[in-house]
């Protein structure tokens, strides 16, 4: 399973545990040299940041969420709200070890 674990103030981290490396090179993600399965792309404006979370949702890769600070998933609701990004995406939490659940969310359509 592959999901966007974190995002930082710039670079945005997945973990990617199948075979989803291609598309992550090709969407500008590098791997991190110590942790094989880990991946990142860093950005510089939220604009940027847009383009990136765009392209993870069109290759269906879920958004982290929970309760614990600041998901992925809320920032992508962030990006909604401020207009760069529009429509549904895919959140992941976990109900346990090894248990994850995905849910569809949408964010505010453009007006």
Same mark, same amino acid.
């Given at each position: 399973?592959?999901? @966007?674990?974190?995002?930082?103030? +710039? /670079? @945005?981290?997945?973990? $990617? &545990?199948?075979? #989803? =490396?291609?598309? *992550?090179? $090709? %969407?500008?993600? =590098?791997?991190? %040299?110590?942790?094989?399965? @880990?991946? !990142?792309?860093?950005? !510089?404006?939220?604009? &940027? *940041?847009?383009?990136? %979370? +765009?392209?993870?949702?069109? $290759?269906?890769?879920?958004?982290?969420?929970?309760? =614990?600070?600041?998901?992925?998933? #809320?920032?992508?609701?962030? %990006?909604? &709200?401020?207009? *760069?990004?529009?429509?549904?995406?895919?959140?992941? /939490?976990?109900?346990?070890? +090894?248990?994850? @659940?995905? /849910?569809?969310?949408?964010?505010?359509?453009?007006?």
């Amino acid at each position: 399973m592959t999901w @966007v674990d974190q995002i930082t103030t +710039d /670079t @945005v981290i997945v973990k $990617a &545990e199948s075979g #989803e =490396h291609r598309m *992550l090179k $090709a %969407l500008g993600f =590098h791997r991190r %040299l110590l942790s094989p399965s @880990v991946w !990142s792309v860093s950005y !510089s404006d939220d604009l &940027e *940041l847009a383009t990136i %979370l +765009d392209g993870l949702r069109t $290759a269906g890769i879920p958004m982290k969420g929970g309760s =614990h600070g600041w998901p992925p998933s #809320e920032r992508f609701l962030q %990006l909604c &709200e401020q207009g *760069l990004l529009s429509g549904e995406f895919r959140e992941i /939490t976990w109900r346990g070890p +090894d248990q994850p @659940v995905t /849910t569809t969310r949408c964010g505010p359509r453009p007006s």
